[in-house]
Every structure is written in structure tokens, then in C-alpha cells.
């Protein structure tokens, strides 16, 4: 199969790492990729939601299949654009139709899908500018911490935890008032906190049936201790030690399976992966959040727990027999650090030369913010994430003392990276 893999982050990389071990690849292609997707694939300079040039290339490469890493063009319609060209309708697309995508389009959307088909998820309510005074008074009615969320999508950084009451009232009239998430935050959700300790719950579906993949924990904030901005993610861990086999028993009858069936009552097509950002409140599961795409950094802790031919799955969505297919999984430890520029989430300068690449030790390297420099013959870095390093080990503590020996070796101007990743895991 020629495979066309969307997106250029860590994601995307691993995505590309473990579809070029299958003997059902004959070329991949990514789009627009980065310098880590350059070593398994070909990368090529498409924009994600530029569909028609998307077309272009599918047709000339004889591209067999399209999986969809990021979000946007999901949530754009992308995989409507296949099914409604008569050129490029036989082509499967990994990834939700644009209303099914919506489940992560819209936070208000999502709510109201959760509430309707009765999956356990915060209280909450939405707000536009008009309603802005009532948004405040429910402020007032809730306990501290207050949580805002931006409707649309707003790359992971949309949601704000607050301890202040008048803090949060000054937030949400940002939000609505000044736009501080452009479009994105033309609504906000206003939600009840829960306390407990989040995990990542991913499966890849064909609609009907489903493949559970292994469970992970990212870390968001930026500062160690899980302090400050939050951002795409600092690393990840896989599996999570609190996810037993009756707390995921719990998540699979109360959210997962409810979730397909309410998918399918509202004759949503979603064939692709689904995520499901959990909180652990006591021993129940709470929803707090839906993604139509792998998580990413997760992608990068889970997808090498992965030992079965992901492109025999990826075939299974595709053709609607993912019931028949079978997933083994890796029993080892996954440990996945990701190394930053120095200001990201911030602002952050890029054209760092990354240097130690090649003297790492038992680790899989994913890029994210990289790209070749063809004139130095070197790699620079260009984003705010800019690698994940992954270890895979028999307990996640040496895991992630791997991870962390190997994060030490690479080296570019400004590198940050969390030292305390599963701190509460133990």
C-alpha cells in the first residue's frame, strides 16, 4: 500500500516509524512532515487542510490510503472531501467525518453529546458574549478552582484552571470579550472541578467495533511539579499503574461503548482513532475531555507498546472487519521525554543546531520541531517542541531513567525538559 500520512509533529513520526515495519507498506508519504519522518518516508511540502492539493498528490502518487494525525483538517472535513469526490471516494481516510469530529471541534458540543447518551463527565455550562453577566453569577455558584474552556480548538492551550474567583471573571471576559483564543473562544465552557489524577485512554475504531490501546499519562504544564503554562505536552508514560482492570472495566461499559452507540444513534461516521482524556475521581472515571486523533506526546509512549501490524488495523477500520483483527500489546514500560525550546509555550527562537542525535543508547527518537538543513548538513530545530526521546524498559522507572540519560546527551542552545515526569505515579 502507498500510505499518505498527514501532519508533521511527534505524532506523525511515530505514526511513520511503526507503519514502515509493515509488509503491507510499499511507500509512505508525509505531509508536510518534519526531519524524523525523512528517515522512514518521503516527506512532501502539502498544507493539512489544503484539500484540493491534497487531492492532487493522492491521485498522482496512487495513494491507497490517508491517516490523518492533527485535528484541523478533521475537524475541516477532510474525510467529507474524499467521500464526496467521485475521484477519490474508494480512498479510505483514518480519521472522523467533520460532525463526529466535533466531539473535539467543540467543547460545548461535546458536553451536550456526553449528557445526552449519559457518559459521566463535570457539570457544566456555556457562554457567549451576550451572556456574559449569567456566565459570572455561575461562576459565583461554583467551589474554587474555576475551569474555562474555549470552545473550538485552540492547539491544547485553551483551558484555564483558576483559584481566584475574580481572576476567573476576568478570564472568561478575555475570552469572550477580547478573544484571547480568537475563535476559539467565542464560547466558553464554564465547568465544575473534579479532583483526581488524569490518564489517556485511546482506541482506534471502525465504527461498530473497537481496539483498546495501551493507556497512557501526559504531562501538560511546563514547570516540574505540574506548575505553570500548560502546553502541547512535556512526555508521557505508558501504562499508567492506577488504570486496574476494574477501574478500565468501568471506562469501557460507562464511556467507551456509550460512546460508539451514541455515535451510531446520531449516524455519525467515525472510523479512526478516539481519545478519551479520563479523570480518576476516586475508583469512577469522568470524561473531561474528547480528541478525534491520537494524543500527542501519548502517540509516542503507545504506539511502540504496539506490537502487532499497524497497517493490518488500519485496514480493519477501513474496510469495517476491525473485529477480526487482533492487537498484542508490549508488557514493557513505555517512557516518552520531550525536549523544548527555550521560552515554548512562550515565544521561542528556532534554527538550533541539534547536536548528540547520534549517540544515543537503547531509545527511539521522534522529532517534532526539526527539519534538515541541507546546507550545514545538520538539524535544526524549528518549533517549540521539538523531540520526544522513548524508552521502553520492564518498570517504568528505568524507563525513564533511560529517557532521561539520553536527554542529557542531546544537546541544542536553550534545551528544557520536565525531570519529574510520573512523579505521581509512584
Known amino acids: 500500500m502507498n500510505i499518505l500520512i498527514l501532519g508533521s509533529g511527534g505524532r506523525e513520526h511515530a505514526m511513520a516509524w511503526k507503519i514502515a ?107 457567549q458574549l451576550e451572556t456574559l453577566e449569567k456566565g459570572k453569577a455561575f461562576l459565583e ?51 465544575e472541578y473534579l479532583e483526581g489524577i488524569e490518564l489517556s485512554v485511546f482506541i482506534l475504531t471502525d465504527g461498530v467495533d473497537y481496539k483498546l490501546l495501551p493507556v497512557a499519562k501526559d504531562y501538560k504544564r511546563i514547570g516540574e511539579g505540574d506548575k505553570g503554562l500548560n502546553t502541547g505536552g512535556m512526555g508521557s508514560v505508558s501504562p499508567v ?5 476494574s477501574f478500565m472495566k468501568k471506562v469501557e461499559d460507562r464511556i467507551i461503548r456509550p460512546t460508539l452507540s451514541g455515535l451510531q444513534e446520531e449516524r455519525l461516521n467515525y472510523q479512526g482513532f478516539l481519545f478519551f482524556g479520563l ?32 497497517v493490518d488495523l488500519l485496514e480493519g477500520v477501513a474496510n469495517g472487519n476491525l473485529a477480526e483483527k487482533k492487537i498484542e500489546i508490549d508488557d514493557r514500560y513505555a517512557a516518552s521525554v520531550v525536549l523544548v525550546s527555550e521560552g515554548y509555550p512562550g515565544k521561542y527562537t528556532t534554527g538550533k543546531t541539534i547536536k548528540g542525535i547520534n549517540n544515543l543508547n537503547n531509545c527511539i527518537l521522534f522529532y517534532a520541531g526539526a527539519s534538515n538543513d541541507i546546507s550545514s548538513d545538520s538539524v535544526k530545530t524549528s518549533g517549540g517542541r521539538v523531540m520526544a526521546i522513548t524508552t521502553l524498559n520492564d518498570s ?11 536527554a542529557e546527551i542531546v544537546d541544542f542552545e536553550g534545551k528544557y525538559f520536565r525531570k519529574d515526569l510520573g512523579f505521581d505515579l509512584k
Open 141 to 191: 455558584s461554583l467551589h474554587p478552582p474555576y475551569v474555562l474552556k474555549a470552545d473550538g480548538l485552540a492547539s491544547g492551550k485553551g483551558v484555564l484552571i483558576l483559584d481566584n474567583l475574580n481572576e476567573a471573571k476576568s478570564e472568561l471576559e478575555s475570552m469572550l470579550r477580547d478573544a484571547r483564543f480568537g475563535e476559539a473562544s467565542t464560547k466558553v465552557v464554564i465547568e
Open 396 to 406: 517504568m522507572d528505568e524507563a525513564l531513567k533511560n529517557a532521561y540519560a539520553n
Open 21 to 127: 515495519q509493515s509488509p503491507n507498506t510499499s511507500k509512505i508519504y508525509i505531509g508536510p512532515g518534519n526531519a524524523g519522518t525523512a528517515l522512514v518516508g518521503t516527506n512532501t511540502p502539502i498544507d493539512t487542510t489544503d484539500f484540493d492539493s491534497i487531492k492532487t498528490f493522492v491521485i498522482e502518487k496512487e495513494i491507497d490510503m490517508v491517516v490523518v494525525g492533527p485535528e484541523v483538517p478533521l475537524v475541516e472535513g477532510i474525510h467529507d472531501f474524499f467521500l464526496q469526490d467521485q475521484v477519490l471516494n474508494t480512498v479510505p481516510v483514518i480519521g472522523p467525518v467533520s460532525r463526529a469530529a466535533q466531539l473535539e471541534g467543540s467543547k460545548d458540543f461535546a458536553k451536550n453529546f456526553m449528557n445526552k447518551h449519559g457518559i459521566p463527565t463535570a457539570a457544566s455550562e456555556t457562554f
Open 241 to 245: 499503574p492506577f488504570a486496574t482492570e
Open 279 to 310: 479523570m480518576k475521581v476516586g475508583e469512577e472515571p469522568y470524561v473531561i475531555e474528547y480528541n478525534c486523533r491520537m494524543g500527542d506526546p501519548e502517540a509516542e509512549s503507545v504506539i511502540p507498546r504496539i506490537k502487532s501490524d499497524l
